[in-house]
């Protein structure tokens, strides 16, 4: 952690560190010869982590796809003290696994608060770069088991990611929840709010974030909802969010970049909204006490 920017918060291994019981998978598996390298993805964030006071890894929460283990990798980014209580972020990528952009943007974005941490003052950062372990490797929207993940939540799932992640976002009560994808019909991107109230006023400054990088998509119909110069507010049945019952609601955000241009563009693109946010979120959070 750099000079002067003030003691981290205690972090609690003992809760970072509790799995959920999940069940086995007999899905088929594919080559290996045509899958992506995960370990590849994850050695510059264990690399990070493993000299790092700021970020911590955790490999335990481990399921089985046919006789084969796999983990969906968890880490915490503990930014400097910056208030009484920390704000706690869930940011997921990759639960389609042919939308590597957001993978990569969130491998990108932990380099840029290893470098400056500044940029995470005040919070407690939980990342999941790869929500879709085996559709990573395959490359294919749906998990191994022909699932499409991101329609399986709050629904009784028997799909161990989602099992895990549900998990996940009942014991961290997180106060904003943020989820990277890409999408294939669009020419540009654009954001989706739910949960609380404030999300509209956060998703207008992470849309201008990316807008330095890539256009914007204007339409008024995308992906067939309503939008509104660049917003949604209206999601798919069973997409990752927080737990139905839980209240206040934290502000949901999904930042979606469009297919086409350059994976570089994209991955700047998200990592600058991801910023945004951070920073626009750390304002009302100073300002409320006042409201």
Sequence with gaps: MAAGLGRRHPIDLTRFMTIAEVPISTAPVLPRARRRSLADLLAPLDQIA???????????????????????????????????????????????????????????????????????????????????????EDGTRHSRSGRDLNRGFWKNSDQPEVRILEAELVSRSFQGIISLHTDDTSDGFYGVVRGATLAKDLIEPALQAAEKLLARDVRPVIDGFRARNGVIRE?????????????????????????????????????????????????????????
């Excluded at 005040?122 to 559709?135: E, H, K, M, Q, R």
Aim: include cysteine; hydrophobic fraction near 45%; glycine fraction near 8%.
């Design 235 to 291: 999601a798919y049945q069973g997409m990752l969010s927080a737990p139905p019952k839980v209240r206040p609601r934290p502000f949901e955000i999904i930042l979606e970049t469009p297919q086409a241009p350059p994976s570089f563009l994209k991955e700047a693109a998200l990592v600058a909204s991801l910023e945004a946010i951070l920073a626009e979120y750390r304002k009302f959070i100073a300002y409320a006490p006042n409201l």
């Design 50 to 136: 493993a000299h790092s006071p700021n970020l911590v890894a955790n490999h335990d929460a481990r399921f089985e796809v046919a006789g084969e283990t796999y983990e969906l990798p968890r880490y915490l980014f503990v930014g400097p003290r910056g208030g009484d209580t920390p704000i706690r972020v869930g940011i997921f990528a990759g639960i389609h696994g042919d939308e590597p952009e957001g993978v990569h943007a969130l491998v990108q974005f932990v380099k840029l608060l290893e470098a400056r941490p500044e940029l995470a003052a005040g919070y407690y950062l939980s990342l999941y770069p790869v929500c879709n372990a085996t559709g990573f």
